[in-house]
């Protein structure tokens, strides 16, 4: 729309947009607009009639939802919309993981996707892919989808799930507050619309998570929103190789480098780790000089540790089923708002993942003869969540610690111009083991990644972690210190030479392993004296749910899944 | 303090601290807390022993103020505090910019300083910390002391700026939100006091910027609080040198790349730069190809692009003063709040411009033969703000732009293993001239950095774009593309290239200068093809504060001390 003759676009478009959906809202929902929750309550039969009528066909719109808190019934409201009357949405959204977060492309309301992780529906995905039912933008990570949500991908609807909405119309998230408030203000300050589906209608919220004035509607679901204990991890599961690893983590790099502040992937390996901790590490002596900050979900495999004093901060991206309890006594250790409980945020979370921890570390399916790494396999789009952004040197940090400089200086020693420019960087580990389910071999010649790249026609592989980013590979069989190699050759060998019996470590040169070696860039359990005959289950801290929730006084409530005693 | 014999700390320790500190304020007050604002409201004249009351020897304290908005009237009653009572603070704080911001060092109130940036304060920032009146933690970049503000550095007490405060407590910042919400969000949740300056106390604010239940104490300043109109340049004060750069810079790489998505340094060689869109790069028929989205403050001097319809987003760190009613009546570009005023966001930016950008350009003091820079200079501590953030490879990043793969492709081609495997590059543009004031060389074979890093003795010169990330300098003489050297002496001679009659100019290589020049590493404004003869300062949008606010319909309305005309 263009000032007659101009060819300048008139100004205040928002602004009328937004008001012309307020106003379809209010035509359509008559009375079932109530009166409470400061006038912006809808009858929970009127959601479709609510998303009718305010979302546009070719609308951006935000779904949320991530690997825990799904904003699960405004999402079978939308799949309902007639597709003759909304159609080609552009859908943003951090996770695509019901069933409904692809049937919108299958009903043909939406057409194009910008996301950052698919786990259950990978699969689903890419044969929609193949198909041409949609089209996907690109793959993020969370930060930097949140970051595009203010520049180029701000939603015009966003669609959110709080706990509760007071008498005003503000939003009470709770513990798993996560992506709410980043999509309320991208969508709020920029004349999109703000949908929240709630659990519960109060008189007063226990706090506010986002002030009613963003807020445009809020619906009563008929049951909670779903959340997934995603990152509960029943430690009877735990291996006594992820034991050897986690013995080799703690001595071979937590030690060696003074890790302060650190983030976790998820994942039994590193569940091993933490419930090593006051067990392993304590007789280490380490109490104290490693591990004493996180950016971290609430791991229950973390309350031994938190228990015996290792602990002095965590700061969480979402929450965790069945922490409540413990959180609200922990206090001195977890964020926590006025009313007790936690208040996550997985914006402000991965800035402290990618800014002020010296380490991540997690687990990888492929890894290849660079140390590119890889969760991605053939016939499935998946996408790495937080992964990129926290297993990623942090290039603009400025402030240095013994770990982040010690690794600096590994990297460049020796190197001159601008390589050669002394500045730290972070630890980025990889634990694998060298094979994983069904014998398949973790380390290859050449990542799936690129098969799929071709099969999607994606600009390029989707690689989770790059090779130039990995600082150390740790398999059952050793640590090979990438910072430490100085050719492509030295870092092939370096990898092979942890790769243990999978064709690709078979195949390496045994004297330039050894040599490698000798250098302290590959040590082996023996190096690093870790004795292996102390690798069992009776080094770990705990070795069942029951014993976990028996570590934090009963405070640990594990949802009913894991209620195995 | 632990349970006895067990030497395990007990818990609730924060929550048990804030009630001592909130008892101890009821006390010092008495009637001096009011029953207003949420009975959170102190009178003016108590906010030094409000502070007395909440703040412990040893705590951190953080202390709002960027680069534009001070929690000045906070500051000032800080600086009041008793040492023999109140000392040992760790200031933990974006800026140092007011006198009392040192003030507090030298009064013994604070020992430790961690922050990011500090301007004008910089040379007695260095005098005090030679005296050893304080110790620097480090100096970072925003997003990353705001990270830390949530991992190792989170806040016992901070000190906060709004606009206004209502009945209930709720916080209004206006449209100098900037880092208040990020602060507010790391103190309240961890058992913090978050003490906020405002300048009315109304009975209900125009809109929640931080909600009531986050707030604990309120103080009506005496005054309003400062706010610097720092990205404000006098379209009259760009000299002709700069506009023949800015042709450059659209020619040579927003054209090259297909640059949609940028932030812009401070400076006139970026106002240059935005003065010229509407008439040279509309000329070269790059509108709607070219910078349509923008990480960037409301800066004046985009005001015509702005009004030729160039722009499509605009998200801001801070607001600008003057710009309010042009904000206001462009909101279909700006991110405003229900009540038409900015809400700008330095965390969510930061975040964009780091993740959501292809380009970040600004200028520096000096640079080296490998291309690192920076503006520090001898018996100056100044930091760098903003600029480590933006001007890095985000290598978290995963999403793909046709400028971010160029970028990468160049950086990589013919590379094997881990450099040689695909991925796209931030473009990172150093604008500078050869020679700055004082007829001072900006080439350098060795940074003053190094000799400050000796002087304050820290543990890495503070460097503000390393070698490493940066992509492109441009100067008068030409563009100097670093994607494109292989070796470090291609890159020393790509940069002596550019560099003019500076003595690291004149040492060039002069045949491998023009052989980097056949390659296209080396551009000159003829190679470009951009006409020497256009470079006039005809070629601006606006020769004159008054011809932007003319452009803008005499919406913007300048500050006093630009009103020229």
């Known amino acids: 729309m263009n000032h007659p003759g101009t060819g300048i676009a ?51 719109v935000c779904l949320e939802g991530n690997n825990q808190k799904q904003a699960d019934f405004l999402a079978k409201a ?29 009903n043909g309301i939406a057409s194009r996707l910008d996301f950052s992780f698919s786990g259950p529906q990978g699969g689903r995905l890419a044969k929609l892919l ?50 709410t408030p980043v999509i309320a203000e991208a969508t709020a300050f920029s004349g999109g619309i703000l949908v929240a589906q709630v659990n519960e209608v109060v008189d007063k919220v226990p706090r506010v998570d986002i002030p009613a004035g963003w807020v445009d509607f809020v619906v009563q679901a008929p049951r909670p929103n779903l959340i997934e204990p995603l990152f509960t991890r029943d430690p009877a599961q ?46 280490l002596g380490l109490k104290g000089k490693i591990c004493r900050h996180w950016a971290l979900n609430p791991h229950p495999a973390l309350i031994p540790a938190i228990e015996a004093g290792w602990v002095q901060s965590i ?45 991540f570390i997690g687990s990888t399916l492929q890894m290849d003869l660079a140390g590119n790494s890889s969760t991605a396999t053939a016939g499935r789009i998946t996408g790495f ?23 600096g200086r590994e990297a460049r020693d ?22 994983r389910e069904h014998m398949q071999p ?4 050449t990542l799936d990644a690129w098969e799929l790249a071709r099969q999607a026609k994606m600009d390029l592989p989707p690689v989770m972690i790059y090779g130039e980013d990995v600082t150390h590979v740790l398999t059952e069989e050793g640590i090979a210190n990438l910072l430490l190699c100085r050719t492509d050759e030295e870092r092939e060998q370096a990898i092979r030479g942890v790769a243990g019996y999978t064709p690709v470590g078979l195949a390496r040169d045994r004297r330039m392993v050894e040599n490698l070696r000798d250098r302290g860039v590959i040590r082996r359990p023996a190096d690093l004296g870790v004795d292996v005959r102390l690798a069992t289950r009776n080094l770990l801290a705990a070795r069942s749910m029951r014993e976990l929730s028996l570590a934090s006084g009963g405070l640990y409530r594990p949802p009913a899944r894991f209620r195995n005693w």
């Open 414 to 435: 020796g190197l001159g111009g601008a390589r050669g420019t002394p500045r730290g960087q972070k630890l980025v580990v990889q634990m694998v083991e060298t094979f």
């Open 10 to 60: 008139p100004w205040n478009n928002r602004a009328r947009r937004r008001a012309q959906r307020l106003a379809r809202a209010a035509e359509a929902l008559g009375p079932a607009l109530g009166g409470d929750c400061g006038g912006k309550r809808v009858a929970t039969a009127s959601a479709v009639a609510l998303l009718s009528a305010v979302i546009e066909s070719g609308d951006r």
């Open 442 to 445: 973790a380390f290859v010649e």
């Open 238 to 283: 735990i291996s006594e190789i992820q034991v050897l690893m986690a013995m080799m983590a703690i001595k071979g790099i937590y030690a060696e480098y003074g890790v302060q502040r650190l983030n976790h992937g998820i994942g039994f390996d590193t569940a091993a780790i933490e419930l090593l901790l006051p067990t392993y590490a304590e007789s």
């Open 130 to 179: 193949s198909q041409g039912r949609l089209s996907i933008g690109a793959i993020h990570t969370y930060l930097e989808l949140f970051g595009r949500y203010f520049v180029d991908l701000t939603p015009q609807v966003a669609l959110v799930a709080a706990h509760s909405v007071d008498a005003e119309g503000n939003l009470y998230t709770g513990a798993n507050t996560e992506d």
């Open 385 to 407: 969540g937080g992964a990129p952004n926290m297993g990623a040197d942090a290039r603009g940090r400025r402030h240095s610690s013994p770990a982040w400089l010690k690794a």
């Open 315 to 359: 700061h969480s991206f979402g929450s965790e089923l069945g922490m409540e309890d413990y959180i609200r006594a922990r206090s001195d250790v977890f964020f926590t708002g006025a009313d007790g409980s936690l208040r996550s945020n997985r914006a402000f979370c991965q800035a402290a993942g990618h800014y002020a921890c010296d380490l």
């Open 78 to 106: 939308l799949v309902q919309l007639d597709p003759a009357q909304v159609n080609d949405l552009h859908m943003v959204q951090s996770v695509i993981s019901l069933p409904e977060h692809l049937d919108v492309f299958e």
